[in-house]
């Protein structure tokens, strides 16, 4: 079983730091996110519940599913594929707290790799490391690059 969980503040407003976690089409300017696409809007909101996305990284490619879009502080999904190997994903939330000069960002994603032996003692470990270091680079990417709007 993969369990990651980071949590970073970071001196940006609630409603910025969501519009950019929320922009599921544009996760490729992301460090170690090499493309990203919208495969189908949100019901209610083009990036909001039941919008499906799909992200890579590296050899990794993930479709994900949006199941909770509460603006600005919860953004839910499963990841409904994975490739190269199979997942059962159990759960993903990035929350979001508005504090004092910013927002405390905490991004948990938990589930295994469906392949018996191979995938509990090392793909779950990899993916715990590498997710783990992607979300955290992610949030610093966010907190420091200047082309983003928002305070």
Request: glycine share 14%; net charge negative; no cysteine.
């Given at each position: 079983?993969?369990?990651?969980?980071?949590e970073?503040?970071?001196?940006?407003?609630i409603?910025?730091?969501?519009?950019?976690?929320?922009?599921?089409?544009?996760?490729?300017?992301?460090?170690?996110?090499?493309?990203?696409?919208?495969?189908?809007?949100?019901?209610?909101?083009?990036?909001?519940?039941?919008?499906?996305?799909?992200?890579?990284?590296?050899?990794?490619?993930?479709?994900?599913?949006?199941?909770?879009?509460?603006?600005?502080?919860?953004?839910?999904?499963?990841?409904?594929?994975a490739?190269?190997?199979?997942?059962?994903?159990?759960?993903?939330?990035?929350?979001?707290?508005?504090?004092?000069?910013?927002?405390?960002?905490?991004?948990?994603?938990?589930?295994?790799?469906?392949?018996?032996?191979?995938?509990?003692?090392?793909?779950?470990?990899?993916?715990?490391?590498?997710?783990?270091?992607?979300?955290?680079?992610?949030?610093?990417?966010?907190?420091?690059?200047?082309?983003?709007?928002?305070?």
């Amino acid at each position: 079983m993969f369990d990651i969980r980071v949590e970073r503040f970071l001196a940006r407003d609630i409603e910025t730091v969501f519009g950019v976690l929320s922009d599921h089409g544009n996760y490729q300017r992301f460090p170690g996110v090499e493309f990203s696409e919208l495969l189908e809007t949100g019901a209610n909101e083009k990036n909001g519940t039941g919008a499906l996305r799909r992200v890579g990284s590296g050899p990794l490619v993930l479709d994900e599913r949006i199941t909770g879009f509460d603006r600005p502080g919860v953004l839910s999904y499963r990841i409904e594929s994975a490739r190269p190997f199979p997942m059962q994903h159990e759960f993903g939330e990035i929350r979001l707290l508005e504090e004092s000069g910013g927002t405390r960002v905490v991004w948990a994603s938990r589930g295994h790799v469906g392949l018996p032996l191979l995938g509990n003692l090392v793909l779950d470990r990899l993916i715990e490391k590498r997710g783990g270091g992607l979300f955290d680079g992610i949030l610093k990417f966010i907190e420091q690059d200047t082309r983003i709007s928002g305070s």
